[in-house]
């Protein structure tokens, strides 16, 4: 069973940045570890991953803004947020992925103010 509980969440201002933790509890080194995004009003959407070899994906829209990364246990799984826009403002949830299991947190939220 795997456990995962963000953190990081908070407001800021447009430009501004923020890191998001996603702790991981149980066996993940085999996981794609990603993120995920729910703005208010619409469905949750895939903003990036970071697979077991190291490699990572994301979206077009934060591309060259958000960073996915885990720490060496790979036991912590981060967003490094920068140049936040106010349309980022979402609930962001942590997801573990292995062989068609999901895993999901409970999410941090994340208001950018313009």
């Known amino acids: 069973q795997v456990q995962l509980v963000e953190s990081g969440g908070g407001l800021v201002q447009a430009g501004g940045s923020l890191r998001l933790s996603c702790a991981a509890s149980?066996?993940?080194?085999?996981?794609?570890m990603g993120w995920f995004r729910r703005a208010p009003g619409k469905e949750r959407e895939w903003v990036a991953n970071i697979r077991a070899d190291g490699s990572t994906a994301y979206q077009h829209s934060i591309q060259g803004r958000f960073t996915v990364s885990t720490d060496d246990a790979s036991e912590v799984v981060y967003l490094q947020m920068n140049s936040l826009k106010p349309e980022d403002t979402a609930v962001y949830y942590c997801?573990?992925?292995?062989?068609?299991?999901?895993?999901w947190g409970k999410g941090t939220l994340v208001t950018v103010s313009s």
């Open positions: 997801n573990a992925h292995y062989r068609g299991m999901d895993y």
């Open positions: 149980g066996r993940t080194d085999n996981y794609a």
